[in-house]
């Protein structure tokens, strides 16, 4: 019986049921039947199966049939971007920033022992890695004596410090007042009350403040740590500290998701306000942990780069052939975001609108990406679905790429594959056979790699891809959110800024690769772009921002 139902569905081609698939039958599980049908193929049900049909039409009513009843529907609106807040390698603030991104300078330097706490200077000579990209400390200090932060320097991490410098300047830019909360819209009406919230993440805390209260315990010495060493320490601590400086009510988190951290902080505050849980969100990451402990730490996993100590400058190098490792950087990125019509109701400056976000995990290895860039596809995919847009509408690529000879192939592949269809497998697979079989230290070569730069090159679409990482170092779990706000500046000047130190691509599977000089966006019609985070674990987050 149950073939020759099965059977009849198939091939008699009736519509779908509105609940077929709660109906426990095998040969249901693909059945397409509309209610018109279900008038014929019901009275056949309800006498085989009188007590399945019945609980059947029980789900099918509107009336509560468990507990209270259906969840209503989330709302679903629109966030756009009001304010940036940048503090980086760079410079302090998004003009300085910016402005040195697009010029192609760079904000690494070597590294000296008076950047380090003093109990760790004398290992500055044995470590492998001696560049990193620090903060312009006379710029920071200048920015906390300005935005009246000195007390907070004093109780404060690093990281806190500087992720209230990025959400002072972003709340100025956005014009954000404790007031905006209630707006009155054009049409007369006054929108309830809808708090404002921070999602401010962060990688790794603060290595220095753990190996500092260590040593004092171990020395006998505890009574020396510092009263404020525990809300000091705690991740979510950046979060805590906005919200009161501020007093700001609404959801507070701190997602903690390594190098993925800042595009998984920006994504949240994006659902959060899309769903309606708040008008406004502060959102983004900080990361201050270069330290010697850190440094020996990346690089017993051969993850830094260690040839070019005495040309900082030139160390870190994404998609170039002679990369060897990442550049650990400092930094935070925070953006204010807004629903649309709260936004326009008080007359705000919108940099983008937030389409889409996505999230993936790699499943694969805690510290390797997956070989065939199965996450990070996954990833980008998820960002365009429900986002009305498609991959054809996208213009730029802020690429995840740290500089480090497996990952930055296995993107680019991962890339290709998003933008060119139907290729994905493939493509990936070849490309990580040739990152495979090239020496240690050194990028994917070879005939496989030499193949697959051609085809990519004739085929692909021109979406112009590159890494800032290039100029700024690996901010680790800042870096998403310092990229996110890039991203948004690319399409606000229709410019894709340059992929500091490509000088030979390998392996080139993109055409769009932006080298060590900036070039110009589409400027005839709307234009999309992608920010890509990746993180240790096999974590993924990747937002679509588009101009307005």
């Given at each position: 019986m149950h073939g020759w139902i099965s059977h009849a569905i198939r091939f008699k081609r009736l519509p779908a049921c509105p609940f077929h698939y709660k109906l426990p039958f095998t040969c249901l599980n693909h059945a397409k039947v509309t209610s018109q049908?279900?008038?014929i193929w019901f009275p056949l049900f309800e006498a085989m199966l009188p007590n399945t049909c019945r609980a059947t039409s029980r789900l099918a009513s509107p009336d509560p049939a468990y507990g209270f009843g259906p969840i209503p529907q989330l709302p679903t609106r629109r966030v756009v971007v009001t304010g940036i807040?940048?503090?980086?390698p760079l410079g302090v603030g998004v003009r300085e920033t910016w402005r040195r991104?697009?010029?192609?300078?760079?904000?690494?330097?070597?590294?000296?022992e008076v950047d380090f706490p003093e109990s760790q200077r004398s290992a500055l000579g044995s470590l492998p890695c001696r560049v990193a990209g620090l903060v312009p400390e006379i710029q920071l200090e200048e920015a906390c004596n300005r935005m009246g932060l000195v007390e907070d320097v004093r109780r404060s991490?690093?990281?806190?410090?500087?992720?209230?410098?990025?959400?002072e300047e972003a709340l100025a830019d956005a014009r954000w007042r404790k007031g905006d909360v209630d707006v009155h819209l054009p049409d007369g009406g006054v929108r309830r009350r809808r708090v404002t919230g921070v999602v401010a993440g962060n990688g790794m805390s603060c290595t220095t403040e753990v190996a500092e209260a260590g040593a004092l315990v171990c020395e006998g010495r505890g009574r020396r740590v510092s009263p404020f060493f525990v809300p000091r320490i705690l991740p979510n601590m950046a979060a805590g500290a906005i919200s009161i400086r501020h007093g700001l009510h609404g959801p507070n988190l701190a997602p903690s998701t390594a190098c993925a951290t800042g595009g998984h902080a920006v994504g949240d505050a994006f659902r959060i306000i899309q769903r309606g849980e708040a008008d406004v969100m502060v959102a983004g990451a900080s990361e201050a942990c270069v330290d010697a402990i850190s440094l020996v730490g990346f690089s017993r996993l051969k993850a830094l780069s260690t040839g070019f100590n005495d040309e900082p400058e030139r160390a870190s190098r994404p998609f170039d052939a002679a990369r060897d490792g990442f550049v650990m950087g400092e930094g935070a990125g925070m953006l204010v975001?807004?629903?649309l019509e709260h936004a326009l109701a008080r007359g705000a400056n919108i940099y983008a609108e937030v389409r889409g976000y996505g999230m993936s995990g790699d499943a694969h290895h805690i510290t390797h990406p997956h070989p065939d860039g199965l996450g990070a596809v996954l990833c980008m995919q998820r960002?365009?679905?429900?986002?009305?847009?498609?991959?054809?509408?996208?213009a730029y690529v802020n690429a995840h790429a740290t500089s480090t000879p497996t990952g930055d192939a296995i993107e680019q592949a991962a890339m290709l594959s998003v933008f060119r269809s139907g290729v994905a497998a493939a493509t990936a697979a070849t490309a990580c056979k040739a990152v495979a079989a090239a020496p240690a230290g050194t990028a994917a070569g070879g005939p496989e790699a030499e193949g697959l730069s051609s085809w990519g090159t004739a085929t692909a679409p021109r979406v112009a891809v590159s890494s800032t990482k290039g100029a700024t170092g690996h901010?680790?779990?800042?870096?998403?959110?310092?990229?996110?706000?890039?991203?948004?500046?690319?399409?606000?000047?229709?410019?894709?800024?340059?992929?500091?130190?490509?000088?030979?691509?390998?392996?080139?599977?993109?055409?769009?690769?932006?080298?060590?000089?900036?070039?110009?966006l589409p400027t005839d019609r709307p234009i999309a772009a992608l920010s890509n985070s990746f993180?240790?674990?096999?974590?993924?987050?990747?937002?679509?921002?588009?101009?307005?």
């Open positions: 049908q279900m008038g807040g940048l503090v980086t991104l697009l010029a192609g300078e760079s904000g690494l330097r070597q590294l000296q991490s690093r990281f806190m410090v500087m992720a209230l410098v990025a959400a975001l807004e629903e960002a365009l679905e429900g986002s009305g847009l498609t991959a054809r509408d996208v901010l680790l779990g800042a870096a998403g959110a310092v990229e996110a706000a890039f991203t948004i500046l690319a399409l606000r000047d229709r410019r894709a800024p340059p992929t500091r130190n490509l000088e030979r691509p390998d392996p080139s599977l993109l055409p769009g690769l932006v080298g060590p000089v900036s070039v110009q993180g240790f674990g096999g974590t993924n987050s990747t937002l679509l921002f588009a101009t307005v």
